[in-house]
Every structure is written in structure tokens, then in C-alpha cells.
């Protein structure tokens, strides 16, 4: 008990550094369905998938990725069908962090769409990427 006492410093010390070392296996677990911004450039090559952005008109206006299609969040539902008919198609749903993507991802996989995913980090991951961008 004296060791704890007389070395309290120490200790916490060590316990916060293993807790950073661990936090980056924790937060990826919460977020599983989210992809990487590599990850969203090999399905859209290889495999065609559809990249929707459902931020606001003016957000999409600011900054997309490049041949995004814009479906704000609040009229997804009804709008999605219309935009991409071909539900086997994968598809990659973004937003400016990924909130409203992820949202988004549990609507999509309700109306059939299977293979949706979020990217995570949002735009902001793929400007961190050097990805490029498109501005209406």
C-alpha cells in the first residue's frame, strides 16, 4: 500500500497512457459501419458504388465529392429511391462529420439499399485525404 501511496504519480501516469493506446480500438468499434476515405475510393472504382451527400443544398454547394449526388437527410426517404434505382448497387453516404450519414445508413438499409455505408469522418476525412473536391 505504501508503493501506491508514494507512487501515485507513476501510476496514473501509466494508467492514462494505456487508456490513449486504447482508445483508438474503442472508438473504431462504435463507428464499424464507417469507411475510410481509401476504402471510398476503391468501392466507387471497382465497384460503382454511388456516393450520395446528405448535407443541405448550400453545404452541397460549398463542397462535395467529386459526382456526389445531394439528398439532404430530411427528405431521404422519399428522395432516395428516385435518385438511385439499382439497390445492389453500393452506396456511400456522406455528410461534413459523418452524423448525419450514419442516420442516414439505417434509413438506406430500411428501404433495401444493403450495401450503404457512411463515410467516416465525413468530408472532413476526405479533405484530410487530399481527395478531390467539387463546388457547385
Known sequence: MKFLIDNW??????LASGGMLVWPMISGALNADAL???????????EKAVVV???EAAE????????????????????LPAVVKNKALPLILVCASGARASRAVAIA????????????????SWKEANLPLEKA
Do not use: W
Open 9 to 14: 504519480m507513476l501510476i496514473s501516469i501509466a
Open 36 to 46: 475510410s476515405a481509401s476504402g471510398a475510393v476503391q468501392l466507387i472504382n471497382r
Open 53 to 55: 451527400d446528405v448535407c
Open 60 to 79: 452541397f454547394a460549398a463542397g462535395h465529392v467529386t459526382g456526389a449526388k445531394n439528398v439532404p437527410l430530411s427528405e431521404f426517404e422519399t428522395r
Open 109 to 124: 438499409k430500411k428501404l433495401g439499399y444493403q450495401q450503404a455505408q457512411s463515410l467516416g469522418g465525413g468530408l472532413k
